[in-house]
């Protein structure tokens, strides 16, 4: 039985990872564990990243930013500007064109006609119309995602083969090497001396000046627009399954990282079973960036977690030294953990905790009611461990995995389990699932048992 593919995987997920992101559910976790060498901790910076990449070619529009820069340096010679009249006054000398009737006013207020004062016309140009603000807008969303999102990229491309048409530097006829999009990029953004003129940090480029744009007599213009239009749209979230799914293909996962994919499947079957729900969107989720989604459904309200312990849960024990007996077990353990604690730091220069069992599940999902004071506590929880692997030993291990979160499971305020003690694994208030992928065996629980191993591609169902 062959293990569910990369490519497989992104079929299943692609449309529901755009359905989820344009209702408001987050992946910031998911993205940051795919590729933390580059620091992209947050969807947007990820949809940036996918809009610097796009091309006529690959994303199935008429122009996409790939395009567009190697085209740059030839059009920008030709970028338009706007001129109007400067009148200025000079003494003895004429600079421009004389403007007869300014120069006798000026004269006649100074009360000497034969006074050699002149006031002149000199056309004054203008850089900041319509079409180049909105080039110039478009160009700092790029320079800025270029220059600072994909710079370690940029100066290890080895792993990031997705951003060859950005790094790789061409040969001329005669064997020159040329400069590579990126660096081309960057002289231009810098140096040319009419960009530098265009302000746009605190102007507002409004949807009617980029529909006007659109219009241009200019396919230079006319793309930018285009683009910057489209770079908005991907900040809203606007996007369908085929360019979802080239973001996921891409940019998201790494070649190694096929687990997050498989992560990623258990999250929207979890969160397949709640329909017609409306998500709260998390706009301001740099500090929390575990959450996946909160719901209100029927009486309840729900928060999802990916990579995390939740709100206000904890998955750590540790051992009460005072009521431990003199020897046994959890005396020499205590002892063990004691000292790793005091020579990490003696010898290594290392903290550490005397913690004997921590752990974070892969999936949290809190269910609260509303009491009687009108305040929220907590009703159940439900864990869910993800093992992308048909081995049976990596199986059982999972299983261990998932039996340790749901038994220790605290209440983070208080230290009390969350599952009393004589419904411990008895899933009265924590329930959970191991996640696996398909084995050539059934999996089916025993009479009465809760505990559940859900093999790919088969669904949990409702879960709290």
């Given at each position: 039985?062959a293990k569910a593919t990369v490519e497989r995987l992104l079929?299943?997920?692609?449309?529901?990872?755009?359905?989820?992101?344009?209702?408001?559910?987050?992946?910031?976790?998911?993205?940051?564990?795919?590729?933390?060498?580059?620091?992209?901790?947050?969807?947007?910076?990820?949809?940036?990243?996918?809009?610097?990449?796009?091309?006529?070619?690959?994303?199935?529009?008429?122009?996409?930013?790939?395009?567009?820069?190697?085209?740059?340096?030839?059009?920008?010679?030709?970028?338009?500007?706007?001129?109007?009249?400067?009148?200025?006054?000079?003494?003895?000398?004429?600079?421009?064109?004389?403007?007869?009737?300014?120069?006798?006013?000026?004269?006649?207020?100074?009360?000497?006609?034969?006074?050699?004062?002149?006031?002149?016309?000199?056309?004054?140009?203008?850089?900041?119309?319509?079409?180049?603000?909105?080039?110039?807008?478009?160009?700092?969303?790029?320079?800025?995602?270029?220059?600072?999102?994909?710079?370690?990229?940029?100066?290890?491309?080895?792993?990031?083969?997705?951003?060859?048409?950005?790094?790789?530097?061409?040969?001329?006829?005669?064997?020159?090497?040329?400069?590579?999009?990126?660096?081309?990029?960057?002289?231009?953004?810098?140096?040319?001396?009419?960009?530098?003129?265009?302000?746009?940090?605190?102007?507002?480029?409004?949807?009617?000046?980029?529909?006007?744009?659109?219009?241009?007599?200019?396919?230079?213009?006319?793309?930018?627009?285009?683009?910057?239009?489209?770079?908005?749209?991907?900040?809203?979230?606007?996007?369908?399954?085929?360019?979802?799914?080239?973001?996921?293909?891409?940019?998201?996962?790494?070649?190694?990282?096929?687990?997050?994919?498989?992560?990623?499947?258990?999250?929207?079957?979890?969160?397949?079973?709640?329909?017609?729900?409306e998500y709260r969107v998390l706009t301001d989720n740099q500090?929390?960036?575990?959450?996946?989604?909160?719901?209100?459904?029927?009486?309840?309200?729900?928060?999802?977690?990916?990579?995390?312990?939740?709100?206000?849960?904890?998955?750590?024990?540790?051992?009460?030294?005072?009521?431990?007996?003199?020897?046994?077990?959890?005396?020499?353990?205590?002892?063990?953990?004691?000292?790793?604690?005091?020579?990490?730091?003696?010898?290594?220069?290392?903290?550490?905790?005397?913690?004997?069992?921590?752990?974070?599940?892969?999936?949290?999902?809190?269910?609260?009611?509303?009491?009687?004071?009108?305040?929220?506590?907590?009703?159940?929880?439900?864990?869910?461990?993800?093992?992308?692997?048909?081995?049976?030993?990596?199986?059982?291990?999972?299983?261990?995995?998932?039996?340790?979160?749901?038994?220790?499971?605290?209440?983070?305020?208080?230290?009390?389990?969350?599952?009393?003690?004589?419904?411990?694994?008895?899933?009265?208030?924590?329930?959970?699932?191991?996640?696996?992928?398909?084995?050539?065996?059934?999996?089916?629980?025993?009479?009465?048992?809760?505990?559940?191993?859900?093999?790919?591609?088969?669904?949990?169902?409702?879960?709290?």
């Amino acid at each position: 039985m062959a293990k569910a593919t990369v490519e497989r995987l992104l079929e299943e997920i692609a449309d529901s990872f755009h359905t989820y992101l344009r209702k408001g559910v987050r992946f910031d976790r998911v993205i940051g564990s795919a590729h933390k060498e580059l620091d992209i901790d947050d969807i947007e910076t990820l949809l940036r990243i996918h809009f610097v990449l796009t091309d006529a070619e690959g994303g199935g529009n008429d122009v996409g930013v790939v395009d567009f820069m190697r085209k740059l340096e030839a059009r920008i010679r030709r970028m338009k500007t706007s001129t109007s009249p400067q009148s200025s006054e000079h003494h003895g000398e004429v600079r421009g064109q004389l403007n007869w009737s300014e120069t006798v006013k000026r004269r006649a207020r100074v009360g000497r006609l034969d006074e050699p004062i002149f006031v002149c016309d000199r056309p004054k140009v203008h850089y900041d119309i319509d079409e180049n603000l909105v080039l110039k807008r478009l160009l700092s969303v790029v320079y800025d995602t270029v220059t600072e999102d994909l710079a370690y990229a940029r100066n290890n491309p080895n792993g990031y083969e997705w951003l060859e048409a950005w790094v790789q530097s061409d040969f001329s006829p005669t064997g020159r090497k040329q400069e590579s999009t990126a660096d081309m990029f960057d002289r231009i953004y810098q140096k040319n001396i009419y960009l530098q003129r265009i302000k746009v940090d605190e102007t507002e480029i409004s949807k009617r000046t980029i529909e006007s744009v659109k219009r241009s007599r200019s396919k230079f213009y006319r793309e930018a627009a285009i683009l910057l239009d489209r770079y908005r749209q991907l900040m809203s979230h606007e996007l369908d399954s085929v360019e979802a799914r080239d973001i996921l293909d891409h940019t998201l996962i790494a070649p190694d990282k096929a687990e997050i994919l498989f992560e990623l499947y258990w999250v929207f079957r979890v969160l397949d079973a709640y329909e017609g729900v409306e998500y709260r969107v998390l706009t301001d989720n740099q500090n929390d960036t575990s959450t996946i989604a909160t719901w209100e459904h029927r009486d309840s309200r729900f928060a999802l977690y990916h990579d995390a312990t939740g709100e206000n849960l904890t998955f750590e024990e540790s051992i009460d030294a005072e009521n431990v007996k003199p020897d046994g077990y959890l005396y020499r353990m205590n002892e063990v953990l004691c000292r790793r604690k005091s020579l990490s730091s003696d010898m290594l220069d290392h903290g550490g905790r005397d913690v004997l069992w921590g752990g974070r599940p892969d999936i949290v999902l809190e269910q609260y009611k509303e009491k009687s004071d009108g305040e929220q506590e907590l009703a159940q929880v439900f864990i869910g461990e993800v093992k992308y692997t048909q081995s049976i030993d990596y199986v059982a291990t999972g299983l261990r995995e998932l039996l340790e979160y749901m038994a220790f499971v605290k209440h983070q305020s208080t230290s009390e389990y969350v599952e009393r003690a004589e419904n411990v694994l008895d899933s009265v208030n924590v329930k959970g699932v191991l996640f696996v992928d398909e084995l050539d065996q059934e999996t089916v629980s025993p009479p009465n048992e809760e505990i559940k191993i859900v093999q790919y591609p088969d669904s949990p169902g409702r879960i709290l």
